[in-house]
Nanobody, 115 residues
């Protein structure tokens, strides 16, 4: 079992920045692919960004050039740097860890972008 704890959410004005962190309770963190998802009210949960165990990244089209995912295996932590935030980025952001079919979720952190 892997416990994921997100932090860093909050209220920010449009154009502002936030950095989300997700700390994982596993010594095998480096063997997990990690991802950030978000879910806005009335919408399905969607993938925002992901990073493989080798460090390759992938982004939802609407966040490319604004969001950056990174990982620090020594700290068992994955980050999501969010710049130039827009009101449509408002959602609960969730961290995900995946390894060969074992999939874990954090509790989520709220991000609210005001116009």
């Amino acid at each position: 079992q892997v416990r994921l704890v997100e932090s860093g959410g909050g209220l920010v004005q449009a154009g502002g920045s936030l950095r989300l962190s997700c700390a994982a309770s596993t010594i095998s963190f480096s063997s997990y692919a990690m991802g950030w998802y978000r879910q806005a009210p009335g919408n399905q949960r969607e993938s925002v960004a992901s990073i493989t165990i080798g460090g390759a990244t992938n982004y939802k089209d609407s966040v490319k050039g604004r969001f950056t995912i990174s990982r620090d295996n020594a700290k068992n932590t994955v980050y999501l740097q969010m710049n130039s935030l827009k009101p449509e980025d408002t959602a609960v952001y969730y961290c995900n860890a995946d390894r060969r079919g074992s999939n874990f979720w954090g509790q989520g952190t709220q991000v609210t972008v005001s116009s």
